[in-house]
């Protein structure tokens, strides 16, 4: 068996691949290749710069590895230069939840391993290999593009005016334009096994298929690349860090793929959520915002815990393991500004009033509801939500699972300020598009306005925060 373990450096098209030989092999490796982005955006646009990288699920015994070096001058025939017994460590970094990263300057190609490859695989994955090499300029062209996106970020903060359009009219004088009224947006429904390198290669492919079906806006579900369990949640947990500049590859690797995925396609990116360990050890639910640009636009930490219990049908308590969140969460697009809760923070009308309140037109939960308060809960708290603040509300859930301890309730969906569902899906993987239209959300609020006949001399809606 070969697995990929380092890639192609530029410099003498060195392949190192590394032969297994195992007592007690457990098979089907899954090695992603990943290409991530260099220069990352902060506020301040410090950058680095990083080459493709993979996620290997750690899936081999302790029996030691044997690695072959072999060496390309342009033809793959003149492999030589045998070298047993090399030291794992130096080849990859083990990091939280058995994904394995290793930084190599590559092609994009990616090579996944296991019972199912044929004999002639290792001829045929040297010779992919090595057409990669042609790749290699997608390092220079990706420079290129982020230096236009960093420039674009510098002259929006310098000028503060992230919202504004404007064109130059025929005598030379800059006209203001409205913000776009119409969104198109994906919700992708996605499974998610007990493989984190599997459900973050699942997850990217979603989010591919939702960008080149002309969406905008992508949201993936609750725990995107985790199970949904108490005891799933430390294991899984990764750092999310508050800013793209604060990225550690072998730390962060889903907000790694989420950042890409948002730089390659151009899109707003709400990273559904995944369990986030803090400095301190706490754990936390947590949903990361990323801007077309690679900035990291919000991290929404699940604010109200899931704790249930209904006699004989379903208990589940999210605070064994999990922290609550503190914080409202918003963001702005050039549509208007967007909110984002999980899951059981839907249950709640003050947060999403709050949202509402700061200027809101859309809310997103990416939620994992179950067999027992999805059939009867679900689609009833979107639609209320949506009437009582009069915008949006998209929620997206795993697709269900029947062979998992917890049975999501799937049906994912989109609900109109006016309360109509406009776009639902049933339990199976799938992606919801819809399109949204801003202008319907201020011409509700027009007819029926409910925040301007408040009794705020009798009620108040506070924040503490």
């Given amino acids: 068996m070969w697995v990929l373990r380092e890639g192609l450096r530029p410099t003498d098209g060195t392949i190192l691949?590394?032969?297994?030989?195992?007592?007690k092999i457990l098979k089907n490796i899954i090695v992603i290749t990943m290409f991530t982005t260099a220069r990352l955006a902060t506020s301040k646009l410090r950058t680095r710069s990083v080459g493709s990288f993979w996620l290997r699920r750690e899936l081999i015994s302790t029996t030691g590895p044997t690695s072959i070096q072999a060496h390309h001058a342009g033809n793959s025939n003149?492999?030589?230069?045998?070298?047993?017994?090399?030291?794992?460590?130096?080849?990859?970094?083990?990091?939280?939840?058995?994904?394995?990263?290793?930084?190599?300057?590559?092609?994009?190609?990616?090579?996944?391993?296991?019972?199912?490859?044929?004999?002639?695989?290792?001829?045929?994955?040297?010779?992919?290999?090595?057409?990669?090499?042609?790749?290699?300029?997608?390092?220079?062209?990706?420079?290129k593009r982020m230096d236009v996106a960093e420039a674009k970020i510098e002259s929006q903060i310098a000028s503060g005016a992230r919202r504004k359009y404007s064109t130059v009219a025929a005598d030379g004088v800059t006209e203001e334009k409205p913000p776009p009224t119409k969104l198109k947006v994906a919700l992708c429904q996605i499974h998610v096994g007990e493989d984190k390198a599997a459900n973050l290669v699942n997850a990217r492919a979603a989010i591919d298929r939702a960008a080149k079906g002309g969406a905008k806006l992508v949201s993936l579900p609750e725990c995107f690349n985790s199970p949904y369990a108490v005891t799933a949640f430390p294991r899984y947990a990764e750092v999310v860090p508050n800013h793209s500049g604060e990225l550690e590859l072998e730390q962060s690797p889903s907000t790694a793929m989420l950042i890409d995925a948002a730089i390659e396609h151009g899109i707003y990116l709400i990273g559904g959520s995944i369990p986030e360990i803090d400095t301190d050890g706490s754990i936390y639910n947590t949903c990361v915002i990323v801007s077309p640009h690679g900035e990291i636009l919000g991290k929404h930490r699940k604010m109200h815990l899931f704790d249930i219990d209904v006699p004989g049908r379903i208990t589940f308590k999210e605070s064994?393991?999990?922290?609550?969140?503190?914080?409202?969460?918003?963001?702005?697009?050039?549509?208007?500004?967007?909110?984002?809760?999980?899951?059981?923070d839907i249950r709640f009308p003050e947060q999403s009033q709050l949202m509402r309140e700061e200027g809101c037109k859309l809310l997103v939960f990416p939620g994992a509801f179950n067999m027992t308060t999805g059939p009867a809960h679900w689609e009833l708290l979107q639609r209320g939500r949506a009437l009582d603040n009069q915008l949006y509300v998209c929620t997206v859930s795993p697709a269900r699972d029947t062979n998992a301890s917890y049975h999501a309730w799937g049906h994912s969906s989109v609900v109109s300020p006016w309360g109509d569902v406009v776009a639902t899906t049933s339990h199976e993987p799938d992606i919801v598009f819809a399109d949204l239209d801003f202008e319907k959300v201020e011409e509700i609020r027009t007819n029926i306005p409910v925040s301007k006949q408040k009794r705020k001399d009798l009620y108040s809606l506070d924040s503490k925060m």
């Fill in 320 to 344: 064994e393991t999990l922290s609550p969140g503190n914080t409202i969460t918003t963001f702005d697009m050039p549509h208007g500004k967007v909110g984002v809760g999980i899951c059981y």
């Fill in 78 to 143: 003149r492999a030589a230069a045998i070298t047993r017994g090399r030291e794992r460590q130096g080849l990859s970094r083990r990091i939280v939840g058995g994904v394995s990263l290793a930084v190599a300057a590559g092609s994009g190609v990616a090579y996944a391993s296991g019972d199912s490859n044929p004999v002639g695989g290792k001829s045929e994955s040297i010779d992919e290999l090595l057409g990669g090499l042609e790749k290699i300029e997608t390092f220079l062209d990706m420079e």
């Fill in 17 to 23: 691949l590394e032969e297994k030989f195992e007592q």
